[in-house]
């Protein structure tokens, strides 16, 4: 009696070939007891897979997506034309609770859409259309005082800029045309939050109905980082024209990323032809002439938006002031100086003895400085007020002179009078 030899052992190969079905006389002829016991020791074939299906299924319980290659993305060079892979879809998570509403959850940078029929859209957290957050703030112009008052009072809703996932925001203040160091404001910085609240109130000097006309107010959202550089959040632009004056305004706005281009900041500067005479800054003059003493007060009040002569961006300002024809060393005054500042207050006062009827024909000249120690002092601007002037410095004059006893205050815009052909330190 022949017996079937028993099957191989199973081979360690994934591609291993299964028993063939096919067997010898000899075996077709034996006992039924030995056909079922050689059936029950075949063992079952093995499923054929590839390696690449074996690691894929291990790893990627999903589809295998194609991936990305960056010649995708740049047409041009490929000799055929192509599309690029369409982008890979966000899953949605379960269900979570809006404000109250129960509805689908969605990850971080998706956007909710207002039709649920529509595929929603996908916005990375970086986009411009991603929501920032909003600030609270209140203008009001006194046009008596040339004064612009701004209020922040607060902000809601700021993207998170620090790892533990809050921010540490400040707002700073700029009006546009010529952003620079000298017309820049900001508020202090609340630490480790997303709502701060001010409450602070900023005040721009020097600020004529001229330039409500042609000025913008930017409010910046920056988050403070003392390790590295800080980072801004989001901006607004409120255009001043549209601020009633002795009005309070008050904005509640959503912060935006405007991106400034060489056109915009041309177009800017193109606006007024005092753009270049603002560089230079302004000063705060008074006078008053004193009939009982028969002499002139002059007053110094403060300076705005000076120009930055040193290298730090800052200016270390003084002024001097002389009475023509000169008079000797009594018709020479100099305040005091203020150090890494480009709005600096002196609020300082000088008399000139000199009567009522000589000071008609008397010019006074006033020029602003930077001290710089052991050597020339750098010339800021100056400004001449006299009979030989004209425009706003003749008015500010007649009116000292025809208004006795009363202090008139007037903003003059520095310019290149009153210059030295050569510097020498004081």
Not at 4 to 23: G, Y
Not at 26 to 53: D, F, N
Not at 149 to 157: Q, S
Not at 365 to 392: K, P
Request: charged share 25%.
């Amino acid at each position: 009696m022949s017996v079937s030899k028993p099957p191989p052992p199973p081979s360690t190969s994934h591609l291993a070939i299964p028993p063939s079905s096919t067997s010898t006389p000899s075996s077709s002829a034996s006992s039924p007891s030995a056909t079922s016991h050689s059936t029950a020791l075949a063992p079952p074939s093995p499923v054929k897979i590839s390696m690449q299906e074996h690691f894929a299924i291990n790893v990627c319980p999903g589809p295998i997506l194609p991936i990305p290659q960056i010649s995708d993305f740049f047409p041009r060079f490929h000799d055929y034309p192509c599309t690029p892979p369409p982008p890979r879809e966000k899953k949605i998570l379960k269900e979570e609770t809006f404000n109250g509403e129960t509805g689908v959850g969605y990850k971080d940078g998706e956007k909710r859409g207002d039709n649920d029929g529509d595929k929603e859209e996908v916005f990375d957290s970086d986009d411009e259309d991603t929501y920032l957050g909003t600030l609270e703030f209140s203008l009001l112009f006194d046009q008596e005082n040339n004064c612009l008052h701004c209020t922040i009072h607060k902000a809601k809703g700021l993207k998170a800029m620090d790892s533990n996932g809050l921010a540490d925001p400040y707002v700073k203040l700029h009006l546009l045309p010529g952003a620079s160091k000298a017309n820049k404001l900001r508020t202090k910085t609340l630490k480790n939050t997303l709502n701060p609240v001010w409450n602070e109130t900023l005040v721009y000097h020097g600020i004529t109905a001229a330039d409500m006309t042609t000025k913008t107010l930017r409010l910046c959202v920056c988050d403070m980082d003392r390790l590295g550089r800080n980072e801004f959040i989001g901006e607004v632009r409120v255009a001043l024209k549209k601020l009633k004056e002795g009005e309070s305004k008050r904005y509640n706005m959503s912060l935006e990323r405007i991106a400034q281009n060489k056109e915009t900041n041309n177009q800017m500067v193109d606006q007024g032809a005092l753009v270049a005479e603002e560089e230079r800054g302004r000063i705060l003059v008074s006078l008053c002439y004193n009939t009982e003493k028969g002499c002139l007060l002059v007053g110094i009040i403060r300076c705005a938006h000076l120009a930055a002569m040193d290298s730090n961006g800052y200016s270390d300002p003084f002024v001097k002031i002389v009475l023509q024809p000169d008079m000797g060393k009594k018709s020479k005054y100099k305040t005091s100086v203020k150090k890494k500042t480009l709005n600096p207050e002196f609020n300082e006062e000088f008399s000139y003895e000199v009567p009522l009827d000589q000071l008609a024909k008397k010019t006074l000249e006033i020029t602003v400085w930077d001290y710089d120690l052991g050597m020339s002092n750098d010339f800021i601007g100056g400004v001449e007020l006299g009979i030989n002037a004209s425009g706003q410095r003749l008015r500010h004059w007649f009116e000292c002179l025809k208004n006795k006893g009363k202090k008139v205050e007037y903003w003059h815009t520095l310019t290149q009078q009153g210059a030295p052909s050569n510097d020498k330190p004081d």
